[in-house]
């Protein structure tokens, strides 16, 4: 198993979850974050904005749909055709173990699933 952390920018957000819903994949737990990237924020007249309000989408997918997923959110993320300064990151991490809180049952890796007793 695989999570994906994007951070894209908030006008964007609704495209991609529109396109994920689309592609198969309507897991997304989404968080209003702020930050900055290599721009170092973003300077209008005197005033410098150090943290950029942006959207992250976490999911967790099957390492077979990793890539599928990731040119999902960039094509819909990306500003234009050829993409825009800020228009975000992906972040790809290994699940070694998933936990369902309401049933009990444990999802591991190699897709292996046993339920926990309590």
Do not use: W
Request: glycine letters at 10%.
């Amino acid at each position: 198993m695989i999570m994906i952390r994007s951070i894209v920018r908030p006008e964007k957000v609704d495209n991609v979850l529109s396109a994920l819903m689309d592609a198969g994949f309507p897991a997304v737990t989404r968080y209003s974050v702020v930050g900055r990237g290599k721009q170092r924020g973003i300077k209008i007249g005197q005033i410098t904005y150090d943290e950029i309000p942006k959207e992250m989408l976490l999911m967790v997918v099957k390492d077979s749909d990793k890539d599928y997923v990731v040119e999902t959110v960039m094509k819909a993320a990306r500003t234009g055709d050829k993409g825009a300064f800020g228009d975000g990151k992906i972040f790809i991490n290994p699940v070694f173990e998933v936990y369902t809180i309401s049933s009990g049952i444990k999802e591991m890796a190699g897709g292996t699933v046993e339920e926990v007793k309590l």
